[in-house]
């Protein structure tokens, strides 16, 4: 039986829990959540961030690959918070280049990473949420976790700044939301506008039924291919703190 895997992508408080969520009981797939509270890392890295940051990307590096390997072995559609490929080209790049992961730990980093990607099947689909710093900033002070208060505004406009770069070379079929102006949980409509755009980015009829147009809307940018597609037309395109 056919299986879809879908990932939600997206900076520090761009909302992408909230979403995975919320795709998980609409369509009925399995959510797949980062684990960022049992990362038995996360304290000691804030308060050295040279010392762990190796450690802590190797932790979240591993449990990725577990969840993509349940997820072809079970074959059946998941929602998954956060891609294998933000973790090393975002993140631990990121902190490889603050000087916070050192040569050595990166090179092996990202040869793990390397082969871990070769190995395991790429997503059908990535959702990126994509938020401004002051987005991003309201919703980590409304989520309230104490080790996110002090991320500064510089860091979340540097790793804005790699996921551009990431999305801009993505192979993957992509779905750009423009999540400054969505609002999934306010019961406006915004949740099924979604919905009709991620029932176009798929051909299977047996998973969605027959999809239709979806209707104009600027926030949502499908890519597919090479093409980027806004609002049900053709467009011409170009085809760690956590």
């Known amino acids: 039986m056919a299986?879809?895997?879908?990932?939600?992508?997206g900076n520090i408080g761009a909302g992408k829990t909230t979403l995975t969520g919320l795709m998980a009981r609409h369509y009925g797939?399995?959510?797949?959540?980062?684990?960022?509270?049992?990362?038995?890392?996360?304290?000691?890295?804030?308060g050295d961030m040279a010392r762990w940051a190796f450690a802590l990307q190797v932790f979240f590096l591993s449990h990725r690959v577990e969840d993509l390997r349940i997820i072809a072995e079970r074959r059946e559609s998941a929602v998954q918070?956060?891609?294998?490929?933000e973790d090393?080209?975002?993140?631990?790049?990121?902190?490889?280049?603050m000087g916070q992961m050192s040569g050595r730990e990166w090179e092996s980093y990202r040869r793990l990473y390397e082969q871990a990607r070769l190995l395991l099947r790429q997503p059908d689909l990535v959702i990126y949420l994509r938020r401004s710093v002051d987005g991003l900033r309201d919703n980590i002070q409304k989520r309230g976790r104490d080790y996110e208060a002090d991320i500064p505004v510089d860091y979340l406009a540097r790793l804005n700044g790699f996921y551009e770069e990431w999305i801009a070379g993505e192979a993957a079929p992509l779905l750009i939301v423009d999540a400054d102006r969505t609002d999934f949980l306010g019961g406006n409509g915004d949740v099924e506008s979604l919905i009709?755009?991620?029932?176009?980015?798929?051909?299977?009829?047996?998973?969605f039924g027959d999809?239709?147009?979806?209707?104009?809307?600027?926030?949502?940018?499908?890519?597919?291919?090479?093409q980027a597609m806004a609002a049900g037309k053709m467009l011409g395109g170009r085809g760690g703190l956590r």
């Open 3 to 9: 299986f879809v895997h879908v990932v939600i992508a």
């Open 29 to 46: 797939w399995r959510p797949y959540y980062e684990r960022v509270d049992s990362n038995p890392f996360l304290e000691d890295f804030y």
């Open 196 to 207: 009709r755009q991620i029932d176009c980015a798929f051909d299977q009829g047996e998973l």
């Open 211 to 226: 999809p239709v147009g979806a209707p104009g809307d600027d926030r949502f940018i499908l890519r597919r291919g090479g």
């Open 88 to 97: 090393a080209l975002i993140f631990a790049r990121n902190l490889a280049e």
């Open 81 to 85: 918070d956060r891609s294998l490929s």
